[in-house]
């Protein structure tokens, strides 16, 4: 009997030392580069298998106002801490201009009040956070592809980069920015956002415009947005991984899944 | 058993599980480990469970993982489920950190990958993972149809659905068939596997696609048949467990019927027959 408890006892920790080792194991794959390489196959087989079974044009569910969250939440950034954008916040961002350029035949710079004269577009759409909750919102706001008409892409412009007022380091450093391909750019819920359930675009959701993205998470939809930018790559901005959250942290470009 | 064969008095082996099968369980082993526990990573981001089509619908989650500091200025880590409230300092809600003190956190480390509180990483797993298991649950159940391993062995016989409350009330008294009679899969077996092979494991990839915003867009409302995607994260979480719970089961089953004997089948296929001692007795009278 003795003998057996021993022999159990043993088999107990043989386990538990196996599993901790396992996962000591697992920790170190996840710092190491060759592993993390192979891991992320897994996010570019999805990037290319939701590309090939959808038509690129699939519209994002649309609710009713029933559906509505009572109170938007608000994640990331809530009140950018530069003071070029409070002084532009203060004024109701009477002097903010959105500046798009890079890759395009006529650069332009449109003010507030003229993105709002641009044809405008109403959706209420669910934003699913890479955290895992979701909120449900209406969102008004110029369908990016009336802005890209304007400008007129060149042909060589594969991204639109968003770079935006909110810096993400306490000294005011490494501002925001997003990239999208120019799939999501010209589909026809993609949009530059000025207000969210009927009224302004509160600050703390990303005044004066943000971008929604509707068919990927949180983290692409960029607030506070500046200037938007259509380049062939991305490798030279940043990090070079097309986006704040990827470069720092490693999240994947793709925000699909 | 009224005769036994002479050839069978001798312990002897036969060829359960062929190559395929045994390769197909063991790299599912590994992907279930990996989703679970990478799952819990995930779920750490935003510890509570809502249903509906948002989180912020009105109502308050049926589950959430939370910490309180107390006045004495210590980490309480409270576990909310429908409303009730439970103190689970140390394993949910508040755990150690690796500085060694309590730290806010849904699930603790150790049933974590990777252990620390790091999204982008367990996405990562996760995703890698799932991709695994999903191809190798196509190959097993392909493999399984045509190799008529699943007509065989898995569907229930009418001598099997005749069998039911007697094979309920052997498994409650942790009685199990020996000898030849432990060859073919027994009635409640069969089900469990069925259950999980076409039941839990579909439902479970399924409402891992409801949560990907943009799977959602390819017929769009598909989600609210089951909900919406908070209800569908939920269900995807509960599945989880209830795979887990299949896992315990299995696993004590395996340990009780024969541990050395059972794992040995799955490793290299031969599985042990014992000849019933009482049946060789009556044979040698």
């Known amino acids: 009997m003795a003998h057996q408890t021993d022999r159990r006892r043993f088999l107990a920790r043989l386990l538990a030392g196996a599993g901790t080792l396992a996962l000591v194991g697992c920790d170190k794959l996840s710092n190491s580069e060759w592993f993390t390489n192979v891991l992320s196959t897994g996010g570019s087989l999805s990037k290319n298998v939701h590309r090939l079974i959808s038509a690129r044009k699939s519209m994002a569910q649309e609710f009713s106002e029933a559906d509505m969250s009572p109170n938007f939440r608000s994640n990331g950034t809530s009140l950018p801490s530069s003071a070029e954008y409070q002084a532009l916040a203060k004024d109701n961002f009477r002097d903010w201009a959105l500046t798009i350029d890079g890759l395009v035949e006529k650069p332009i710079t449109l003010t507030l009040t003229q993105i709002q004269a641009l044809p405008s577009r109403t959706q209420i759409t669910r934003h699913d956070c890479v955290e895992g909750w979701s909120a449900i919102g209406k969102w008004t706001g110029t369908p990016l592809h009336e802005v890209l008409a304007l400008v007129k892409p060149l042909p060589q412009a594969h991204f639109a980069v968003f770079y935006c007022a909110d810096p993400m380091q306490d000294d005011g450093s490494q501002k925001y920015y997003e990239s999208i391909d120019m799939d999501d750019a010209y589909h026809a819920q993609t949009m530059l956002a000025y207000k969210l359930n009927d009224e302004t675009l509160p600050i703390k959701n990303g005044a004066p415009i943000r971008l929604r993205v509707e068919r990927q998470l949180g983290y692409k939809q960029a607030k506070y947005i500046m200037r938007l930018a259509l380049v062939e790559k991305l490798d030279h901005i940043g990090e070079g991984k097309g986006g704040y959250w990827e470069d720092s942290a490693g999240y994947e470009w793709y925000a699909g899944i | ?285």
């Open chain 2, 1 to 285: 058993m009224s005769t036994v064969n002479k050839s069978s008095l001798e312990p002897y082996f036969i060829y359960r599980h062929k190559l395929p099968i045994r390769i197909m369980h063991w790299i599912n082993v590994i992907c279930f480990i990996v989703l679970f526990m990478s799952g819990l990573n995930i779920f750490n981001s935003h510890a509570a469970l809502n249903l509906g089509k948002s989180s912020y619908n009105g109502y308050a989650p049926i589950l959430e993982m939370k910490s309180i500091q107390n006045s004495n200025g210590e980490l309480v880590g409270i576990t909310n489920i429908f409303g009730y409230q439970f103190d689970t300092t140390g394993v949910l809600g508040a755990s150690m950190g690796p500085e060694g003190k309590l730290i806010r956190r849904g699930f603790p480390s150790w049933i974590t990958i990777p252990g620390p509180k790091w999204l982008a990483m367990a996405r990562q797993w996760h995703f890698f993972f799932a991709w695994l298991f999903v191809i190798n649950g196509i190959c097993y159940v392909t493999y399984s149809l045509f190799s008529k391993h699943l007509q065989r062995d898995l569907l229930t016989t009418k001598s099997d659905r005749a069998s039911i409350w007697q094979s309920v009330k052997d498994h409650a008294r942790f009685k199990h068939p020996s000898g030849e009679a432990a060859i073919p899969y027994n009635v409640l077996q069969k089900i469990a596997y069925l259950s999980v092979i076409f039941i839990l494991l579909p439902l479970v990839i399924l409402m891992g696609f409801a949560m990907s915003p943009f799977l959602d867009s390819l017929i769009p409302g598909w989600v609210d048949l089951f909900g919406g995607r908070q209800t569908a994260r939920t269900i995807h979480f509960i599945v989880a467990w209830l795979l887990v719970a299949f896992v315990f089961i299995h696993v004590f089953e395996v340990i009780i019927t024969g541990v050395w004997n059972n794992l040995r089948s799955m490793i290299t296929g031969q599985y042990q027959i014992k000849t019933l001692i009482e049946s060789s007795h009556k044979e040698g009278k």
